[in-house]
């Protein structure tokens, strides 16, 4: 099992921007994909951005553009940089990691440890 814990949400203008982390501990993330996955209230947790080995990179097609996801396997850490923020980008996020290979990143019932999660909340 891998510990996973986020930090850098905040409370931020529309059209601002945050550096979100996701740091590991008991294992290294670096074969890892690694997901980021965000929960507004009332609504169900849902897909946001991926990484794979390799550095293959995957975006919900509502953050495409905005949010770009990247890791440091020196630091064993994924980041997701998030910009141009807009009120309904409100939601806790999470980091999460496959620690197997699956076919895909965008469900959450395909990754096996999640982190705490940070809360980014976007009004003026």
């Known amino acids: 099992q891998v510990q996973l814990v986020e930090s850098g949400g905040g409370l931020v203008q529309p059209g601002g921007s945050l550096r979100l982390s996701c740091v590991a501990s008991g294992r290294t993330v670096s074969t890892y994909t690694m997901g980021w996955f965000r929960q507004a209230p009332g609504k169900e947790r849902e897909f946001v951005a991926a990484i794979r080995v390799g550095d293959r990179t995957y975006y919900a097609d509502s953050v495409k553009g905005r949010f770009t996801v990247s890791r440091d396997n020196a630091k064993n850490a994924v980041y997701l940089q998030v910009t141009s923020l807009r009120p309904e980008d409100t939601a806790v996020y999470y980091c999460?990691?496959?620690?197997?290979?699956?076919?895909?990143?965008?469900?959450?019932?395909?990754?096996?440890?999640w982190g705490q999660g940070t809360q980014v909340t976007v009004s003026s």
């Open positions: 999460a990691a496959q620690r197997f290979f699956r076919s895909s990143v965008y469900s959450k019932a395909q990754y096996d440890d």
